[in-house]
């Protein structure tokens, strides 16, 4: 009866320790996410006039069911938000996820709300905003 109570306390250990093994190795995989810097650059075009602006890592407007009105979302979180110059001019960087490949840059210009989808490759994110304009011109 004692070897068996030994045999099965040896065979657990082992399928203890084996569990911990696999699932230190799962954890690397699955919970570890890796970052960089992305050197970000926009130009609004404006002329004695800062920009306010958000970038999104998701789009942050919805469609308002009851009154068929694009409204920003109360769930969105801006992953970085700065201003111009006064030129309308950014230029900086944003530490952000390496699965990063496109971003939502939104402002507020006066009562005009501008919120463009900027995709990009590499750590460049830059993007030419022209009033009026429904897509950014983007630069590499």
């Known amino acids: 009866m004692n070897r068996m109570?030994?045999?099965i306390s040896r065979y657990i250990a082992i399928d203890v320790f084996l569990c911990f093994i696999f699932l230190c190795s799962c954890?690397?995989?699955?919970?570890?996410?890796?970052?960089?810097?992305?050197?970000?650059r926009f130009d609004y075009h404006q002329n004695d006039n800062r920009v306010s602006f958000e970038v999104y890592k998701e789009n942050?407007?919805?469609?308002d069911e009851g009154s068929m009105t694009i409204v920003k979302r109360d769930?969105?979180?801006?992953?970085f938000t700065g201003t111009t110059d006064e030129n309308g001019k950014f230029t900086?960087?944003?530490?952000?996820?390496t699965l990063l490949k496109e971003v939502y840059l939104?402002?507020?210009i006066e009562d005009n709300?501008?919120?463009?989808?900027?995709?990009?490759?590499?750590?460049?994110i830059a993007a030419s905003i022209y009033e009026n304009q429904n897509q950014p011109t983007t630069t590499e």
């Not at 769930?75 to 992953?79: E, G, H, L, Q, Y």
């Not at 709300?113 to 460049?124: E, L, Q």
């Open 27 to 40: 954890t690397k995989d699955y919970f570890e996410e890796s970052y960089r810097v992305y050197k970000l």
């Open 106 to 108: 939104y402002a507020k």
């Open 113 to 124: 709300i501008s919120c463009v989808r900027i995709t990009f490759s590499g750590d460049n």
């Open 60 to 63: 942050p407007l919805s469609e």
């Open 75 to 79: 769930d969105a979180k801006p992953i």
């Open 5 to 7: 109570k030994e045999y």
């Open 92 to 97: 900086g960087t944003l530490v952000g996820s």
